[in-house]
C-alpha cells in the first residue's frame, strides 16, 4: 500500500513569514496527527485528528500554529507568523482507527528551516 | 500528562554484541509502548511493540520487556549488525488520552563493525 504522503519536504523561510505543510494519508486511515521532532529530542505531537474533528490539540500553539482536515482525508498545518524556534521537521502520522495498540504510519517528514 | 524519559542517549557497541535501552514513564494509566526506529533523513518506523498485558515481546533479534510496576520497559537488540545503527524512540499512549503517543528523547546507537 502506498505510505503517508507529505509535501513540500524542505522549506526555508525568513521568520514573521507564513508557511504551510500538506499531509495525504494512508487511504482508510481515519486518524492523523502532526508531529513537531525539534533536532535531537523525539517527536512531540502538535494535534490528533479522528476523521475531520480534532481529538487532540493540546500542545498546539494556537496564537500561531492551525490545522484543519476539511474532508476527512488530506490534511494542512500552518504556521504564521514562523519564529526561529519552529526549525524542526514536521511529521505527519496515520492510524487505521483511533484504537488502543494501532499502529501509527509517518510520512517522510517536512523539514523547515527559519532565518 | 505522561512523561517518558529515556537513556543512555547515545549508545555505542560492537558488531556481535548486544544493545539496551531503557524507558521509564509517568502514567500507570499507559497500556501501549512501541518502539521505532528511526534512520538518518528517514521517517520513524514501528519496530516492535508491547501491551501491558504481556511482560515480554520477541521478535527475532529484537525484544521488548515491561515492568508495570516500576513502570519501566526496555528493548534488546542481540547479535547487532551494522544496519541496526539508527536512533530508536520509544513511547508510550494510554485509550483514555486518545491513543496519543509520547516518545522518549531517543537512543543513538553505533554500531562499530
Known amino acids: 500500500e502506498a505510505g503517508v504522503a507529505q509535501s513540500p519536504r524542505y522549506k526555508i523561510i525568513e521568520k514573521r513569514q507564513s508557511v504551510a505543510f500538506w499531509c495525504n494519508p494512508i487511504?482508510?486511515?481515519?486518524?492523523l496527527y502532526w508531529y513537531q521532532q525539534i533536532l535531537g529530542q523525539g517527536p512531540k505531537l502538535l494535534i490528533q485528528?479522528?476523521?475531520?474533528?480534532?481529538?487532540?490539540d493540546s500542545q498546539l500553539p494556537k496564537d500561531r500554529f492551525s490545522a484543519e482536515r476539511l474532508k476527512g482525508v488530506d490534511s494542512t498545518l500552518k504556521i504564521q507568523p514562523a519564529k526561529l524556534e519552529d526549525s524542526a521537521v514536521y511529521l505527519c502520522?496515520?492510524?487505521?482507527?483511533?484504537?488502543?495498540?494501532?499502529?501509527?504510519?509517518f510520512g517522510p517528514g517536512t523539514r523547515l528551516t527559519v532565518l | 500528562g505522561e512523561n517518558v524519559e529515556q537513556h543512555p542517549s547515545t549508545l555505542s557497541v560492537q558488531e556481535g554484541d548486544s544493545a539496551v535501552i531503557k524507558c521509564t514513564y509517568s502514567?500507570?494509566?499507559?497500556?501501549?509502548f512501541p518502539w521505532y526506529k528511526q534512520e538518518l533523513g528517514k521517517r520513524p518506523q514501528l519496530i516492535i511493540d508491547?501491551?501491558?498485558?504481556?511482560g515480554e515481546k520477541k521478535d527475532q533479534r529484537i525484544a521488548v520487556t515491561l515492568n508495570k510496576t516500576a513502570k519501566h520497559f526496555s528493548l534488546h537488540i542481540t547479535e547487532t549488525q551494522p544496519e541496526d545503527s539508527a536512533v530508536y524512540f520509544c513511547?508510550?499512549?494510554?485509550?483514555?488520552?486518545?491513543?496519543?503517543?509520547?516518545f522518549g528523547g531517543g537512543t543513538r546507537v553505533l554500531v562499530k563493525p
Open positions: 502520522a496515520s492510524s487505521f482507527i483511533l484504537a488502543a495498540y494501532n499502529e501509527q504510519f
Open positions: 487511504s482508510g486511515h481515519a486518524t
Open positions: 485528528f479522528q476523521n475531520n474533528g480534532v481529538v487532540d
Open positions: 502514567d500507570s494509566a499507559s497500556n501501549y
Open positions: 508491547i501491551r501491558s498485558n504481556v
Open positions: 513511547a508510550a499512549s494510554r485509550k483514555a488520552a486518545g491513543n496519543k503517543l509520547t
